[in-house]
């Protein structure tokens, strides 16, 4: 258990439907991320909050809408998606101040 | 801003087999340095980071990673690998406090190792 748990692990969507990505962390930490992990690219940095606040939006279309209702938790609500949304969904926390994060098992979303 | 080169996309390596993966930066500040591991549909874990001290940092399973700075390197090694440590390794780097904690990613180096 890496204390930043990520629901679900696989989800299949169609592209008109709404469904949203759940993370919780359990470290106590005050910023957290969202990640997309696509093959044969590097990480890309969506989201990032920060004491519950957003500080970073990285260009991310607005078929994405991230949420984040206290430090703990952190959801990512999707939209009418295209199939090149598909892809690794990788959450992860930090403590402001400090190094490194703490990452979660992902959700691999599939886009139909 | 800075950057982070991950010079070999694929590493192929014989069990019991030394390996090294190669990971260059580029900051114009001071940095820290991480090497992330990623097992096949799992998220990453830190295999160990350098803060500051020691330009040699000694992480889980064995890996061991040298801070260079005069080369702007932080090459991974490990002696003797295993086939359990087949995985995809990724350095980042990040400013230290007081110039934001985000983490800047390489595009990550597989780690096959053969029988």
């Known amino acids: 258990e890496t204390g930043v748990t990520q629901t679900p692990r696989h989800l299949v969507m169609g592209m008109t439907n709404k469904k949203s990505l759940k993370c919780e962390q359990h470290l106590g930490h005050n910023a957290m991320y969202w990640y997309k992990q696509s093959a044969k690219k590097p990480l890309e940095l969506m989201f990032v909050y920060s004491l519950e606040e957003r500080v970073e939006n990285n260009s991310v279309p607005s078929r994405f809408s991230p949420e984040c209702p206290n430090s703990s938790h952190l959801f990512l609500h999707l939209h009418t998606l295209q199939p090149e949304d598909s892809a690794l969904y990788l959450c992860?926390?930090?403590?402001?101040?400090?190094?490194?994060?703490?990452f979660g098992s992902g959700t691999r979303l599939t886009v139909v | 801003a800075q950057s982070v080169t991950q010079l070999d996309s694929q590493v192929p390596v014989f069990e019991e087999a030394p390996v090294e993966l190669r990971c260059n930066y580029s900051?114009?500040?001071?940095?820290?340095l991480f090497w992330y591991v990623q097992y096949p549909n799992q998220g990453l874990q830190l295999l160990l980071k350098?803060?500051?001290?020691?330009?040699l940092v000694k992480g889980i399973n064995g890996f061991e990673a040298e801070f260079n700075k005069s080369q702007t390197s932080f090459h991974l090694r490990k002696p003797s690998v295993h086939i359990s440590d087949t995985a995809e390794y990724f350095c980042a780097v990040s400013t230290p406090p007081g110039g934001g904690n985000k983490l800047t990613f390489g595009t990550g180096t597989q780690l096959k190792v053969e029988l």
């Open positions: 992860a926390s930090s403590q402001e101040g400090t190094d490194g994060y703490t």
């Open positions: 900051s114009s500040v001071s940095v820290y």
């Open positions: 350098y803060l500051s001290g020691s330009t």
